[in-house]
């Protein structure tokens, strides 16, 4: 499956270029933020005659984000759970088969004297929290997903992507194990530690 994720910067700026990188690269599914557009104003037509189905979380000129897939998508969230107050359009998630995806938009926080900054933090909290809950229920709950095997990348501080764990196993207890170094990237790779600390190094 290829799963592509496109920062469009408005749906109106990319309408001609979006379907056209669709027909060429083909993704089977395309994730896609700033779309900055409510729901209903969102094109889906254009993206269903190329056979993708479509989910949006739109928000008038600000925001937005969307996921394009030719499988079925299920059980779709809009928002991230706990703060029904949040009206800003940041995240949307749906299985595409036995495969979770999401589409984030992540606050920028400036500047860090005003508001901003503590929405980001509490955002970024959230969605923490979230991802740590999904690991634990998905990854471990069932029996059939203990001891699942992860590859995670995370970037250096050069911008570079590096692989983190190269045989990751997270056991019933929760806990990761065998932590590849990441050389001289710069960032250390984590011990055994709990699912918490694996979402904040890799999120």
């Known amino acids: 499956m290829r799963v592509a994720t496109f920062n469009i910067n408005g749906i109106k700026a990319r309408i ?8 060429e690269a ?9 779309i900055k557009s ?3 104003g969102f094109p889906r037509e254009l993206f269903e005659d190329r056979g993708y189905n479509v989910e949006t979380h739109g928000q008038k000129s600000f925001n937005g984000v969307a996921i394009l897939s030719k499988l079925p998508l299920e059980d779709v969230t809009r928002g991230l759970p706990v703060d029904d107050s949040d009206e800003q359009a940041r995240y949307i998630e749906a299985f595409v088969g036995d495969l979770r995806v999401a589409s ?7 500047p860090t004297d005003s ?42 501080r050069r911008g570079e992507m590096k692989t983190a764990q190269s045989d990751v196993v ?19 790779a984590p011990g055994e530690e709990d699912l918490g600390d694996l979402v904040d190094y890799h999120i």
């Open 115 to 156: 508001d901003k900054f503590p929405y980001k933090l509490a955002w970024m909290d959230r969605l923490r929290d979230h991802v740590a809950g999904l690991l634990k229920t998905e990854a471990i709950g069932s029996p059939e997903r203990a001891n699942r095997r992860f590859q995670l990348l995370v970037a250096d």
């Open 16 to 23: 001609d270029a979006l379907p056209q990188w669709l027909d």
């Open 26 to 34: 083909q993704p089977d599914v395309a994730i896609l933020q700033e």
């Open 104 to 110: 984030i938009y992540l606050p920028n926080g400036n």
């Open 38 to 40: 409510v729901d209903e």
């Open 170 to 188: 997270i056991d019933a207890s929760g806990v990761y194990r065998n932590p590849a170094s990441l050389g001289d990237g710069g960032i250390p």
